[in-house]
């Protein structure tokens, strides 16, 4: 399943624009299992990715829950709660 992760804001600045996953490992292909695939791969990952910061998703352009389901060529982005215009 390839699935294109983009990043907004101060999030975009540390991890960069986007970036397309390839995910055939995820039991419960769904945003928080993506999530959390994310924060493994890396330290600034964890960082940056931390649900407690007020890290927002959305699937598809509509927020979401983390329990919100993935399918192949879905568009899951991460931002944090305030974001500029």
């Known amino acids: 399943m ?3 992760v ?3 804001a101060s999030v975009r600045e540390r991890l960069g624009a986007q970036e397309t996953v ?9 945003v928080g ?3 959390a695939w994310l924060q493994a791969s890396s330290h600034e ?3 940056v990715l931390d649900l ?4 927002r ?3 598809n352009q509509a927020l979401c829950e983390a329990d919100e389901p993935l399918s192949d060529g879905d568009e899951v982005a991460f931002f944090p709660p305030v974001t500029g215009g």
């Not at 390839?22 to 769904?30: F, H, I, K, V």
């Not at 407690?52 to 890290?55: A, Q």
Request: proline share 4%; charged share 20%; glycine share 4%.
């Open 52 to 55: 407690d910061r007020g890290l």
């Open 22 to 30: 390839e995910l055939s490992a995820l039991t419960q292909p769904n």
């Open 45 to 47: 990952h964890a960082r």
């Open 57 to 59: 998703m959305a699937c």
């Open 2 to 4: 390839s699935i294109t």
């Open 33 to 35: 299992a993506l999530l």
């Open 6 to 8: 983009r990043y907004f």
